[in-house]
């Protein structure tokens, strides 16, 4: 089992950048494939990006591929989400995901965090 802990959501203007990180503790964090999600009122969770145990593998969501930068550090039990560029539409609670598996997911994970808030103004 993990508990995860995100922070570093906040208020920024357009065009800004923000970084994410996401604590974990519980059994040893190279164990697990890393996720962000993220989620907006009245929409459904959407995937943000991913990576592997090691990190040599990432995936993002289209909607931010370019933008954002997934990355982490095993030796601090962290992940962490690099933002750049940010839009409106990137307003969101983003939430921290940790899997069973040291292979990267889009979709399955055992372990969430409480969430974010990210707002973005024009």
């Known amino acids: 089992q993990v508990q995860l802990v995100e922070s570093g959501g906040g208020l920024v203007q357009a065009g800004g950048s923000l970084r994410l990180s996401c604590a974990a503790s519980?059994?040893?964090?190279?164990?697990?494939?890393m996720g962000w999600f993220r989620q907006a009122p009245g929409k459904e969770r959407e995937f943000v990006a991913a990576?592997?145990?090691?990190?040599?593998?990432?995936y993002y969501g289209d909607s931010v591929k370019g933008r954002f930068t997934i990355s982490r550090d095993n030796a601090k039990a962290t992940v962490y989400l690099q933002m750049n560029s940010l839009k409106p539409e990137d307003t969101a609670v983003y939430y921290c995901?940790?899997?069973?598996?040291?292979?990267?997911?889009?979709?399955?994970?055992?372990?969430w965090g409480q969430g974010t808030q990210v707002t973005v103004s024009s």
């Open positions: 519980g059994r040893t964090f190279s164990n697990y494939a």
């Open positions: 995901a940790a899997r069973n598996d040291r292979i990267a997911s889009r979709v399955i994970y055992d372990y």
């Open positions: 990576i592997n145990w090691s990190g040599g593998i990432t």
